[in-house]
């Protein structure tokens, strides 16, 4: 049921709601109201300046609650997730070995 024509509010995979105006592409392109609750998201987009702008060069129309659907989170509402391994170089892992061993004198 997502159309261009509908204002979205949906939850993001850390449990946030967002809200977001008709023909959403992405968080960098386009306004984005975010909250606790479904709510708290809706206010918070409609305070947004640039959905202000929007608003007023009829881009879209100020909405009312029943104008927003609630969709799963859209594909540009996802963040980028950044995965890392610690990889230490080989010298520094020699190095910890090193501390590691225990000089043993027959003196």
Not at 34 to 51: C, K, N, Q, S, Y
Not at 53 to 73: H, L, N, R, T, Y
Request: hydrophobic letters at 40%.
């Amino acid at each position: 049921m997502m159309g261009s024509d509908h204002f979205l509010v949906f939850r993001d995979e850390a449990g946030a709601w967002g809200a977001a105006p008709p023909g959403f592409r992405d968080l960098a392109l386009d306004p984005t109201g975010w909250g606790d609750t479904a709510w708290a998201a809706i206010d918070d987009l409609l305070r947004h300046p640039e959905f202000q702008d929007g608003v007023k060069a009829c881009k879209w129309p100020m909405p009312s609650a029943s104008d927003f659907v609630e969709v799963q989170e859209p594909e540009g509402a996802r963040t980028a997730k950044i995965e890392y391994e610690t990889v230490l170089s080989a010298n520094i892992e020699a190095a910890i070995r090193r501390q590691s061993f225990r000089v043993i004198s027959n003196d």
